[in-house]
């Protein structure tokens, strides 16, 4: 029986993140961890998420800044007309 406690430190990347994430979500659906380590788990989670949508964010705002604030629509190679 796995009884890992989550980590505290703010992850290193998003990437990081979204992984450590992803095994607390594996160790609380496996019901391996005492009650006390599940709200600390949960807890711990809340803030990776919050770090993740934070960078999404920010990532947004440079996209925003980069288009000049005119978000296009994509369109994929196949809708693309060709003109002459």
Not at 25 to 35: F, H, I, N, T, Y
Not at 46 to 75: M, R, T
């Amino acid at each position: 029986m796995s009884k890992k406690l989550p980590i505290t430190s703010a992850p290193a990347s998003f990437e990081n993140a979204m992984a450590e994430l992803s095994e607390l979500v594996a160790q609380m659906e496996a019901g391996d961890l005492a009650l006390e380590a599940s709200v600390s788990a949960y807890q711990r989670g809340s803030e990776l998420i919050k770090y993740c949508a934070d960078q999404l964010n920010k990532v947004e705002q440079q996209v925003k800044v980069l288009d000049a604030g005119l978000l296009k629509p994509y369109a994929s190679d196949d809708s693309q007309e060709v003109q002459a």
